[in-house]
């Protein structure tokens, strides 16, 4: 079993940078790949990043890449986005979530979601 707490949310300025933090209980975090997804009002859950279990491996949507970058300390279970150059359209509920498959850009292979942390990007 694996507990998410996603943290960092907030609003910014279209052009800023915000930090998410995604704090794993339990023992299993270095045997899971983890992801971020994001969803919008009335929008489908969408890709945001991924990382494999040792961090070898990232994965990017095409909205962020070059923007949004992923990464995780397997000694703190925390996994982090670091978002910069933030636009409007990056609006959304932000979820970290777990999954023990390598399918890591797919919502349905994670077996473990947080609640969810809320960014707003101003223009």
């Known amino acids: 079993q694996v507990q998410l707490v996603e943290s960092g949310g907030g609003l910014v300025q279209a052009g800023g940078s915000l930090r998410l933090s995604c704090a794993a209980s339990g023992r299993t975090f270095s045997k899971c790949g983890m992801g971020w997804f994001r969803q919008a009002p009335g929008k489908e859950r969408e890709f945001v990043a991924a990382i494999s279990r040792s961090g070898g491996n990232t994965y990017y949507g095409d909205s962020v890449k070059g923007r949004f970058t992923i990464s995780r300390d397997n000694a703190k279970n925390t996994v982090y986005l670091e978002m910069n150059s933030l636009k409007r359209e990056d609006t959304a509920v932000y979820y970290c979530?777990?999954?023990?498959?390598?399918?890591?850009?797919?919502?349905?292979?994670?077996?473990?979601w947080g609640q969810g942390t809320q960014v707003t990007v101003s223009s």
């Open positions: 979530a777990a999954a023990y498959s390598s399918w890591l850009q797919v919502p349905d292979k994670f077996d473990y």
